[in-house]
């Protein structure tokens, strides 16, 4: 099958043949329709991050979209070592697929789920958001920050506050559930000011 293969570590991944992984027990067998690019992905192929890959050839990717050999369409993560997202064909756990929407296209699917657990995560077990709490989200501007924005308000934010320095992109915060919103790149007093006045406090001009 062709596959994005990894020959060491820091080198970028050649496209090639990898031969096609045949699954054990437990595991099932995924034709893969769309792989996630993630800045983990590349940390895990340059070797900077802690579950880097020891032996080689491997093959790229950590989580996509695919169907099962019945034919159910699942986003998938985790796949087993050498096998990964960047081939046509990957083998893992039955319990690391979950089934997809139907109205959700391949792409979207593939790329949603990473940054929108970080972002539930974050609000629901760290933060432990309550219903009506206000909440600053810092990097709004990005993929993870843009669902944290939704998932704040699904999760019942009385304030949803975001803050981020793309100004073409904070315009947009608001139809996606942002009350109000901070440019990060103003000087230090505006910038100082803008969280008092989001954070109740008076301020004096």
């Known amino acids: 099958m062709h596959a994005a293969v990894l020959h060491a570590l820091g080198k970028p991944p050649r496209f090639g043949e990898f031969p096609d992984p045949t699954p054990g027990e437990g595991e099932v067998l995924i034709n893969v329709s769309a792989a996630a690019l993630k800045p983990v992905d590349k940390q895990m192929a340059a070797g900077t991050h802690y579950a880097s890959p020891r032996e080689f050839p491997v093959v ?17 993560g985790g796949a087993r070592r050498p096998y990964g997202a960047m081939a046509e064909r990957t083998v893992l756990r039955r319990v690391q697929c979950f089934s997809i929407p139907e109205e ?21 077990h760290s933060a432990k958001l309550a219903a009506g709490e206000t909440v600053l989200i810092l990097g709004a501007t990005g993929v ?13 934010a009385g304030r949803v506050v975001a803050a981020g320095r793309n100004e073409q992109v904070l315009s947009i915060l608001h139809a996606l559930g942002a009350d109000s919103t901070i440019r990060l790149d103003k000087p230090d007093e505006e910038l100082i000011a803008a969280f008092r006045r989001e954070a109740g406090e008076s301020v004096s001009t």
């Open 60 to 76: 790229c990717g950590m989580d996509g979209v695919g169907r099962l050999e019945d034919g159910t369409r699942v986003f998938f």
């Open 104 to 124: 959700l296209d391949d792409v979207t699917a593939a790329a949603i789920p990473n940054p929108g657990v970080s972002a539930w995560l974050s609000l629901k």
């Open 144 to 156: 993870t920050g843009k669902l944290a924005v939704q998932i704040a308000k699904i999760l019942g």
